[in-house]
Each structure stands twice: as C-alpha cells, then as structure tokens.
C-alpha cells in the first residue's frame, strides 16, 4: 500500500481579470480525509486568506468542500467557492459552461456556473436568500475602531448586519473615508456585541468597500461572502433595482485590484438571492507535503 506524501493543489486569483491581481487561492481535489487540524496547518503553510478542499462524490456535478482561513474551518466563503468550480470545470472542460453543485461542512449546499474563458473561467456563485438582522445605532464607537471621525460614517444610510452565510456588518462611509480607515484594535467584541461575526466598510459612491481580519492585520483582497452582503444591502436600500448588475470594487489597497459582479433578484422589501461573480484566473501548480 502506498503511503500519501504530499498534496498536490491548483493555484489561482479570484476577481482577478489577469494572474498576479485578485485574491489568491489554495485548491486541493480529491485529498484523503484528514483532521481539521492538519487542514488548517496546510492553509496556514501556504499562507492565503484561506484553502478549499474538495472530494467527489458519485454525481460527477456535485463536489464535498471544507474550507479554511488561518484560524479555523468556515461555514461559508465566496471566493474560495468560486476558485474550487473553475478548477473543476478547468478537470473536465467537456462542456464551455458547466453548473455545480458543492456541499459544505456545515450541511448548506450551494450552486455554482462557469464558462471557460481566456486566462480561466468565469464563476458565478447564487448565495441565496439574505438574511437582514438588525440595524446599529453606535456610529461614534464604529467610527472610532476604524481611526474615522463619527461624520466619516453616513447617517443617510443605516448600519446593518446582513448574512448570506456569514454575518457582516455593513459600515457606509462617505467619500474619501476608505483612504483613512484602519483597524486601531480588535474588532471581534464588538461585531459580536451586535450580532455580527466581521465587519465590512462600504462607500457607495464608488461602489467599493474594505474588509480587514477582525485584528486588523491582514486587510482581504476581495471578499465574496461580503460582496454578497452588499448587493442584498444595496436592493433592500432602493441604491439598485432587482436583477441589475453591478460591479464592486476592493482591492485598491493592498495592490491587487479585483472585480466583483453581483446582482441581487427580488425587490427591497424582499430580496430572493444574490449572486457573486467574476473571473478566475489560473497562475500554477504545486505540492505540499501533508503535516504530521
């Protein structure tokens, strides 16, 4: 019997209309079943925001998937979904558009659309229906996480914590606050004090927003899960109509512009589903050796 000792992987950039932009990503198919541990110590070997892990099942549509950031397993991820259905269609390009279906640690099972394009594919993830848990009334003590004065964070527009599988906290800020925004502590008490697990700036005269790790010290490329949340916030909030496009913009400051196409069906006072898209490129190949 043969022993397994490394882990091969598919190295790509999510959002990203080029290698080298976008949001970088681990995926791994097909790996025996291992313990979350060892996981988590393969995705923080490899040092992305976060790995996907998938495995086959009898239906060559449908996939299992665990996913991992630097701290632990995730119940959900935009991007990292994203990158793991343009591998799979990149496995078995039979057809130029393919549908997929993923199955995630946690029992959700999520719907994916691809179509092969020059440097990868273009992915498409449907999040689902949102889910809207409240508003925040504390725009002094945001504001001050986030090195901003108080008038930096609108009134016009409320703060709102909103989910299509992981809890944000929408933040909008006026013109110009993105340039100044950082994360002065750590943010985890207080997204959990209002329901949320992170929390997401958003400007929306350039339809761009800002996302850090809740301590603040590595700021994402571009976040899916949040892209989700804002098409939802910006239907439920009369800033778009139902089932029109548009693009979101993150990356700018970290060096690795990406683009994100969402488009939330529904009308404001319900929103059906969103869905989270954009170009995957592929950059190469590698093999980790699986940790003891």
Known sequence: M???TGLAYTHVDVFAPAPFTGNSLPVFLDV?????????RITQELRHFEAVFLWSTADPATWRARVFDLSGELPFAGHPLLGAAAVLHRAAPTLPTRTWRIELAGGRVVSLTTEL???GCHAVLDQGAPQFLGTVDQRERVARAFALDTDQVRDDLPMEVVSTGLRYLIVPVRAGALDRARITTDLTGLVHSVGAEFAVLFDESGTEIRHWNNDGVLEDVATGSAAGTIGAYRLR????????EFTLRQGRFTGRPSIMRIRATGTPERVDSVLV???VAFVGHGVVALPR
């Open 2 to 4: 043969s022993t397994v």
């Open 32 to 40: 025996p079943e291992l313990p979350a541990g060892q996981l988590v």
């Open 117 to 119: 394009a020059e440097h």
């Open 237 to 244: 909030h009369h800033l778009v109509a139902g089932g029109q």
């Open 277 to 279: 898209g954009g170009p």
